[in-house]
């Protein structure tokens, strides 16, 4: 495969960004893309979010004209710029009904790519979003990161997507938004059975570089998941506004090489495509 990289080495790929084909963005991927062939990206992925019970119950079918008419507009728009434009999709909350996640997916256009999230807590929280989730105590906290980590590994196991998303998600809320110090340490046993789920499924994670804060997950989880085996990993910004297209991929493509990983992913009709870090 031909290496298009930039003259510093890196070849910059933005593999989580967000289009108003999500319920939380406004901007279209016409915009989203000029953005990214701004800020030098070469190739970007729209992974609009397509969850399985978006208001708490399951949904029973997906329209997906919408995301293809944005798609090919885009690819009108970019036409002969230096940018690849791939279309994908994040897929929420499988486990609520993983035989409606399929069904749902089965009605899909072509796809290049699927990342696999969770956006929010079990039926004993109610399925309440990580991002409303609020709490009193560090121990509440740790009993949530707990009953996150149990819907992952069902995710993992089940493993009907490319990568998993932002593996360390509730750190952006509960550090970021709620001023805790919280971190996924003492959970190291769940962490290592979603690794070997993963790798054992030929899937993937995504290092999330959370529009320029913490990664999701950081260093320490980054290297478990390359001494167990995991090589597959794409990176992407969780953009869903055009000011943070790209945004950190050049300092994470050093923290995947810090880490021992030498290569990195994108993908295209499902199947990854190798770049050198």
């Known amino acids: 495969m031909k290496d298009t990289r930039e003259r510093n080495g890196m070849y910059l790929a933005d593999y989580h960004t967000h289009s108003l084909c999500s319920p939380d963005a406004r901007f279209s991927m016409a915009d989203m893309a000029r953005a990214a062939a701004a800020a030098g990206v070469q190739e970007m992925c729209f992974t609009d979010h397509i969850e ?14 919408a995301l293809e008419d944005s798609f090919e507009a885009a690819r009108r728009e970019m036409e002969g710029q230096p940018i690849v434009l791939k279309l994908g999709a994040e897929l929420g909350g499988a486990n ?3 035989a409606a996640a399929e069904r749902i997916m089965s009605q899909s256009p072509e796809l290049d790519f699927v990342i696999g999230s969770i956006h929010a807590l079990s039926g004993a929280y109610g399925r309440r979003s990580l991002y409303y989730f609020d709490c009193e105590s560090e121990e509440e906290a740790r009993l949530a990161i707990g009953d996150y980590l149990d819907q992952v590994l069902l995710l993992a196991r089940w ?18 938004k709620h001023g805790m110090h919280m971190n996924f340490d003492g959970f190291e046993e769940r962490l290592e059975a979603i690794f070997q789920a993963l790798i054992a499924n030929g899937c993937g994670i995504e290092l999330n570089t959370n529009r320029g804060n913490e990664p999701l997950p950081g260093e320490k989880w980054l290297r478990m998941y390359r001494r167990l085996g995991g090589e597959r990993i794409t990176l992407g910004s969780d953009a869903h506004t055009p000011e943070y297209v790209g945004c950190a991929l050049r300092q994470n493509q050093e923290l995947l090489k810090a880490c021992g990983f030498t290569r990195f992913c994108c993908y295209s009709r499902r199947r990854p495509q190798w770049h050198d870090l």
């Open 159 to 176: 493993g009907q997507f490319d990568v998993l998303g932002h593996l360390t998600l509730p750190l952006r809320y509960l550090n970021e």
């Open 52 to 65: 399985t019970a978006p208001i708490g119950e399951i949904r029973p079918s997906c329209d997906w004209s």
């Open 96 to 98: 609520a009904d993983f």
